[in-house]
């Protein structure tokens, strides 16, 4: 049983209404689960969610742990969604896919839910508008969790009123309701503009923007009026406007937008949505995602995305990714796979290319090692490692099917050493291999060693494998990423690094690792849509944001990193000054 916490320790209660019954309701033992503030606009509920929630951060007990603090005003169900899925650790993920993910979490979850009164958006006569969508949808099925406490706001307006849970109502002198913004015609006068007329939302009050849209489908009353046509079409508007009223508005399918314009913003709108997205950020976001698909848009984002700490350099859509390996010494630049087994080759700027030679029917490749042009290693999902090459090249298919048959002998006898991961590394030295015990082997590609050089790194099986040699230095680094959520760092010379690079509540799906012009990098791709870069020699990381998870990453030899996903390749420029 976990100790609760003091009130003691909680700060002074001046001016907080039903604060001791809200402390005294979360370090209950027994009793209902949730908790619904109640109380008029004004009568306090807000200051006694902000006491509470900062004496549970002062406090620091596991009793009153807040997981989540999700603000739901102007939220639609979907929107909800995504922001806790990325407070609680699994990324932006579905209503649906979020209720089974809660359900699988082990721990027990505490969620602080603000203005649940206030939820919805988008055009006024659709559910989603309403603040009952959110309840009745979403929360009602969290709460049903049995491993689930919660503190719902609800204001005075009856939501979850059957729900079981302790009613605390703040009794305060409710303040007059607040106005309903301008009309768009006031408002729109009052948006600077650019030299040729078009309004410049770049220099227009943060109020503004988040008004337009609101009050343009209010007036509209569901029609696609003008107004509303034309900021859901302004890629300036679509840049700094207020992107949870544009994932609200680009949900009603009886809005006609540019072409690709809907499955474009919805592509990339869990991330576009997140707090704090800057608007070079979300240029770049915007960006990646048009390249390809509407090449006027990029061109447009093409400046302020360049501005981020990354951006796009080319990309090619329609091609589902599931591996990928850049190519040693010449083009095409990388080589990628689908989940069907075909191959394809990229050249620098994305352009079709040669590829190696095609895989068997049979094969699905899971992940790639390639040895140079025209000979690689293909790991499928069964756990088989796969030689490809030039059959007449004897040497080099004597020293692939040595280590595919290692492997597949060792899972035959053993099968908790079935290779679950392959990496290989730029030059084509190596190959690594991780397989379902958490162990790591290191083979050589260009000549035959009749066994690997083995290191036992993770609890549970590999899940990515990377290897960067830098023999100016007479080093060789092996990376690792396992089923425990660790990233591992082994130079193979010594024994590897005590801790992990990194540990996170996500799983890896991929690693790539290159010597840049900034020192040597290595880049992780987790499930929950983050993508991590580290800078060896100084231990810097920086953390970007993917519009989905990667299947697949490769540095090419100029120094791009390659994303693979279910909607293709795309190359991305990293800024290394910051490194």
């Known amino acids: 049983m976990t100790t609760a916490p003091q009130f003691t320790a909680w700060p002074q209660l001046e001016g907080v209404e039903q604060g001791r019954e809200l402390f005294d309701w979360a370090v209950a033992q027994e009793g209902p689960r949730t908790c619904l503030v109640k109380g008029p606009e004004g009568s306090g509920k807000s200051r006694l969610l902000a006491w509470f929630l900062l004496g549970c951060s002062t406090a620091g007990s596991p009793a009153t742990t807040v997981h989540a603090t999700v603000p739901a005003e102007g939220l639609t169900t979907e929107v909800f969604a995504w922001e806790l899925g990325r407070q609680l650790g699994y990324g932006p993920t579905s209503p649906d896919r979020l209720l089974n993910r809660v359900a699988l979490d082990q721990r027990e979850l505490f969620v602080l839910i603000p203005d649940l009164h206030r939820s919805g958006r988008g055009p006024t006569d659709l559910p989603q508008c309403q603040p009952e969508a959110l309840a009745e949808d979403l929360i009602r099925h969290l709460l049903a969790l049995e491993h689930v406490r919660a503190v719902v706001e609800v204001g005075d307006s009856g939501l979850l009123a059957d729900q079981e849970a302790t009613p605390l109502t703040c009794t305060g002198t409710p303040r007059p309701a607040k106005e309903q913004p301008t009309t768009w015609d006031d408002l729109i006068s009052t948006v600077p503009r650019t030299p040729s007329g078009a309004p410049d939302w770049t220099r227009a009050p943060e ?33 700094f406007g207020p992107a949870r009223a544009l994932t609200a508005a680009v949900a009603d399918d009886r809005i006609p937008l540019p072409q690709g314009g809907r499955a474009l913003w919805q592509r990339a709108a869990p991330q576009l949505t997140a707090t704090g997205r800057t608007p070079t950020e979300r240029a770049a976001l915007l960006h990646a995602t048009a390249l390809g698909l509407n090449d006027r848009l990029a061109e447009y984002l093409r400046p302020l995305a360049e501005q981020n700490s990354w951006s796009a350099s080319w990309s090619r859509p329609g091609f589902p990714v599931a591996a990928l390996a850049v190519t040693p010494g010449g083009a095409p630049e990388l080589v990628a796979a689908d989940a069907q087994g075909r191959l394809a080759g990229y050249g620098p700027r994305g352009e079709d290319a040669t590829a190696p030679p095609p895989a068997p029917q049979h094969l699905r490749p899971h992940q790639l090692a390639l040895r140079d042009r025209q000979s690689l290693l293909a790991l499928d999902d069964t756990g088989a490692l796969h030689p490809l090459c030039d059959p007449e090249d004897t040497d080099t298919h004597h020293v692939l099917a040595h280590i595919a048959a ?11 050493t079935a290779a679950t991961a392959l990496g290989g590394t730029p030059d084509g030295r190596y190959a690594v291999v991780g397989d379902s015990n958490g162990r790591v082997h290191l083979w050589p590609l260009h000549s035959y060693q009749p066994e690997p050089h083995t290191m036992d790194l993770h609890r549970g099986k590999v899940l990515a494998t990377a290897c960067l040699p830098l023999p100016d230095q007479d080093l060789t680094f092996v990376f690792s990423a396992g089923l425990d959520g660790t990233i591992r760092l082994w130079e193979t010379s010594t024994d590897p690094m005590p801790g992990p690079v990194d540990q996170r509540p996500a799983l890896v799906n991929a690693l790539a690792a290159t010597d840049s012009s900034a020192g040597p990098l290595l880049a992780a791709a987790w499930n929950d849509s983050e993508l991590h870069i580290w800078h060896l020699p100084s231990g810097k990381s920086r953390t970007l944001s993917l519009t989905e998870p990667a299947n697949a990453l490769a540095f090419t030899h100029d120094g791009l990193l390659a994303v693979g996903s279910p909607y293709g390749v795309s190359a991305l420029r990293i800024d290394l000054e910051g490194f």
């Open 406 to 416: 290692h492997h597949g002998a060792a899972a035959l006898t053993t099968p908790d």
């Open 207 to 239: 109020e503004l923007r988040d008004q337009a849209l609101d009050v343009a489908l209010r007036e509209a009353e569901g029609r696609p009026t003008p107004q509303v046509l034309h900021l859901l079409s302004d890629p300036g508007y679509l840049v």
